[in-house]
Antibody, heavy 120, light 107 residues
């Protein structure tokens, strides 16, 4: 059974940093594209970033470019999102998600999400 | 960037109704479109991908159609478990984008 377990969310002040982690179970982590998607309270879904199997390709939503960094450690079956220079508008539930084996496949599995609150 | 516009934003319907949701793309995305269902407090779940392929385990009363810039999610006979919010998403190119969502509520 595929499981994605996020951690690392919490309350942080504007301008601060946070590192989200996602541990994957039930599939061969190193063979899949991985994704972060966020959802602000009461709002819709917003794609944040994708990373290829070997970490060699990374893509970001414009508003997070230069502030967020997606990475992965295939030896630990783990995905990460480093959040720097946080703003109030980054407040959201952040979902770790598994895409497909190939570029051009959607999100097949989602974690339960971890809440990031940016507030003073 | 490819913008996705869903309509309607809210859909009021009764058990047993046939309903449909439209997703329009600002440029052609071929058939690289997915539909997700999300219930309050839960993560989204994949329903349909490549515009019309039903994900394993998804009830057959869901169907998807369309290509290019216009897509439709149809629910042939609404069940109590189907009241939720539905999102379309394009994965034709980065940045991936989602529609703003359609809430299906009980009439």
């Amino acid at each position: 059974e595929v499981q994605l377990v996020e951690s690392g969310g919490g309350l942080v002040q504007p301008g601060g940093s946070l590192r989200l982690s996602c541990e994957a179970f039930g599939f061969t982590f190193s063979t899949y594209w991985m994704t972060w998607v966020r959802q602000a309270p009461g709002k819709g879904l917003e794609w944040v970033a994708n990373i290829k199997q070997d970490g060699g390709e990374k893509y970001y939503e414009d508003s997070v470019k230069g502030r967020f960094t997606i990475s992965r450690d295939n030896t630990k079956n783990s995905l990460y999102l480093q959040l720097d220079s946080l703003r109030a508008e980054d407040t959201a539930v952040y979902y770790c998600a598994r895409a497909g084996l190939w570029f051009g496949e959607p999100i097949f599995y989602w974690g339960q999400g971890t809440l990031v609150t940016v507030s003073s | 960037d490819t913008q996705l516009t869903q309509s309607p934003s809210i859909l009021s319907a009764s058990i047993g109704d046939r309903v449909s949701i439209t997703c329009r793309a600002s440029q052609s995305i071929s058939r690289w479109l997915a539909w997700y269902q999300q219930k309050p407090g839960k993560a989204p779940e994949l329903l349909i991908y490549r515009a019309s392929i039903l994900e394993s385990g998804v009830p057959s009363n869901f169907s998807g159609s369309g290509s290019g810039t216009e897509f439709t999610l149809a629910i042939s006979s609404l069940q109590p478990d189907d009241f939720a919010t539905y999102y379309c998403q394009q994965y034709d190119s980065f940045p991936w984008t989602f529609g703003q969502g359609t809430k299906v509520e009980i009439k």
